[in-house]
């Protein structure tokens, strides 16, 4: 009956909680990241290594998954084009309806949105992309005021804050200017 593949890295087995409510396991797992981790301009690489503390608690009509995932993160900025480096720190929650809870309809408000386990088995993937992609800039910058690239010529302005294609600083002010650039 079910379409999980219990050996898949993001599925778990809740088997052993017995539906006991009040059964919890804890759990540190780190799985590689499927493709299209994030968004496009920021993700975390296929393959690199996902940290995940999880807690699976039996309840009521379900289990409670709570814990955090960790990742690196790969990207460019978008004013820049800079490669970017960085790591992503989620915090993970949802409940999980057995699937014969939803099936009876016990749960009809809940029961189109809310995740469900298949038999025992918990995908967890849909959930850490959620929480990934919620928890990303939607335009990363390498630094929070990257002034971008010039217009004219492409130049990378953080690496230039002086760029300019104006007429040259006039030598009698240059030292004034070299000045100023000290204090700042
Ligand atoms: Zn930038
Ligand atoms: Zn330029």
Same mark, same amino acid.
């Given at each position: 009956?079910?379409? &999980? +593949?219990? /050996?898949?890295?993001? *599925?778990? #087995?809740?088997?052993? =909680?017995?539906?006991?409510?009040? @059964?919890?396991? !804890?759990?540190?797992?780190?799985?590689?990241?499927?493709?299209?981790?994030?968004?496009?301009?920021?993700?975390?690489?296929?393959?690199?290594?996902?940290? &995940? +503390?999880? /807690?699976?608690?039996? *309840?009521? #009509?379900?289990?409670? =998954?709570?814990?955090?995932?960790? @990742?690196?993160? !790969?990207?460019?900025?978008?004013?820049?084009?800079?490669?970017?480096?960085?790591?992503?720190?989620?915090?993970?929650?949802?409940?999980?309806?057995?699937?014969?809870?939803? /099936?009876?309809?016990?749960?009809?408000?809940?029961?189109?949105?809310?995740?469900?386990?298949?038999?025992?088995?918990?995908?967890?993937?849909?959930?850490?992309?959620?929480?990934?992609?919620?928890?990303?800039?939607?335009?990363?910058?390498?630094?929070?005021?990257?002034?971008?690239?010039?217009?004219?010529?492409?130049?990378?302005?953080?690496?230039?804050?002086?760029?300019?294609?104006?007429?040259?600083?006039?030598?009698?002010?240059?030292?004034?200017?070299?000045?100023?650039?000290?204090?700042?």
């Amino acid at each position: 009956m079910s379409s &999980l +593949d219990p /050996r898949a890295p993001f *599925v778990l #087995d809740t088997r052993e =909680l017995g539906r006991r409510p009040g @059964a919890q396991r !804890e759990l540190s797992i780190s799985v590689p990241a499927p493709a299209e981790l994030g968004i496009e301009v920021l993700h975390v690489p296929e393959g690199e290594q996902v940290q &995940l +503390d999880l /807690r699976i608690e039996s *309840v009521m #009509d379900g289990v409670l =998954l709570t814990g955090t995932a960790e @990742a690196a993160l !790969e990207g460019e900025c978008t004013r820049c084009l800079e490669p970017i480096e960085d790591e992503i720190f989620v915090d993970l929650q949802e409940l999980y309806l057995y699937d014969d809870v939803t /099936r009876d309809g016990a749960d009809e408000e809940l029961g189109d949105e809310a995740s469900t386990l298949e038999g025992d088995l918990l995908d967890l993937e849909p959930l850490l992309r959620d929480a990934v992609v919620l928890a990303l800039p939607f335009q990363p910058l390498c630094q929070d005021d990257c002034p971008g690239l010039c217009i004219d010529c492409g130049a990378r302005l953080a690496d230039e804050p002086d760029h300019t294609h104006e007429a040259p600083i006039d030598p009698r002010w240059a030292g004034l200017t070299a000045l100023k650039q000290d204090q700042d």
